[in-house]
Structures are given as C-alpha cells and as structure tokens.
C-alpha cells in the first residue's frame, strides 16, 4: 500500500554449495499510484441562501492503465453538519481511460460562511491523492411584511376569519417562510 522505489534483493541458498557461489537477484522498481485529472481544484458556492439546495460537479478522469478506485470524504470538523453535504457517487471505481461525474449537493442548515475540505484518496493508498477546498457563505435574506398592521375591526368569538399577508423579498436570493399556527 505505499508507492515509490523498491530495491530487493534475493539470494538462493543451494544444498552443498558454498554461499559465496549462490546466485542472487535484485529487483527494483517504482510502484506508482494511479494518474488521473480532475476538473476543478476547488468549489465555491459563492453567497447562497439558508435551506436551499445548491449543488457542483467534478469530473475525474482515469489516465491510468489499469482500473481506479476512489473515495470522496468530507474533513472531519465541527464548523458543518455532515448531513449538510451529500457527494454522489461518494466511492466507485473508474475503468482506465474513462470519465466519471461526481456531484457535490449543499443544504446550508446554519447562518455563516463555510471552509471546509473534500478528501480525494483510494482505500489502495494511505495518503489521500488530493484535497478540495470548498466554501460558501450562507444568508438569511429579509422578508418584510408590506402592511404589518392589520384592522381586523370587531370579530364575533370563535369564528373563523381569513385575511391576506404579503410578504416582500427585497434581497436577490431566494427565501422560505413558514407560518406556526398559534395555540
């Protein structure tokens, strides 16, 4: 599981002989990870908005001989909730000479900006191949109420009445809002 230079050397031991006449072999070499390429070194989502998908994509590309296994793992940090993130496929193996996408999905569940890393490695190898810097940062945009005083003038006990609200986005991004029915 480790790559670089090897040098062995073996020496064979014949019956009855003496071991300055016994043959030796020295191999060597350089064990070498796999070669590939990725499409984009890092990943910024840029200003995004709270409760929304966003979402990116890499591409690899295998430019290995032989068949590449790979796995996708977010840096181990408390500034982000794992389930924040969902990278598709998350592990896989790429035959030689080809193509896979692999999609990065984020849900900002928290108001502030993210700097996390995405590890690129193989469970072949020790060392992670690559790391991935991605970051965003995530708002809360203001939803006004465009008459927030309502005269509802005098209302009968326990009798249902509907009047409309209507609220404004005044920021270029997108808003949810929920109404909670009171008690």
């Known amino acids: 599981n480790h790559v670089g230079q090897f040098n062995e050397t073996f020496k064979y031991k014949i019956s009855e002989v003496d071991d300055t006449l016994c043959p030796t072999i020295t191999l060597f070499g350089k064990i070498i990870g796999p070669t590939f390429n990725i499409s984009k070194h890092s990943i910024d989502f840029g200003t995004v908005s709270y409760g929304f998908l966003y979402s990116d994509e890499i591409e690899i590309q295998n430019t290995s001989e032989i068949p590449f296994d790979f796995r996708f793992q977010l840096s181990n940090d408390t500034t982000f ?3 924040e993130f969902n990278i598709v496929p998350e592990s896989g ?8 996408t692999v999609n990065i999905e984020f849900i900002p569940t928290s108001i502030q ?7 690129f490695g193989s469970d072949k ?3 992670k191949l690559m790391t991935i810097p991605i970051s965003a940062n995530c708002i809360l945009p203001e939803i006004m109420i465009t008459n927030p005083k309502i005269n509802l003038g005098q209302l009968f006990l ?8 209507v609220l404004k986005n005044n920021s270029n ?6 109404f909670v029915e009171s008690d």
């Open 93 to 100: 193996t790429i035959p030689m000479h080809s193509k896979i």
């Open 125 to 127: 190898f020790s060392e």
């Open 113 to 119: 900006s993210y700097s996390l890393f995405l590890n």
């Open 158 to 165: 326990n009798y249902e009445y509907n009047f409309d609200v």
């Open 81 to 83: 909730s794992q389930r």
């Open 173 to 178: 991004y997108p808003a949810k809002f929920e």
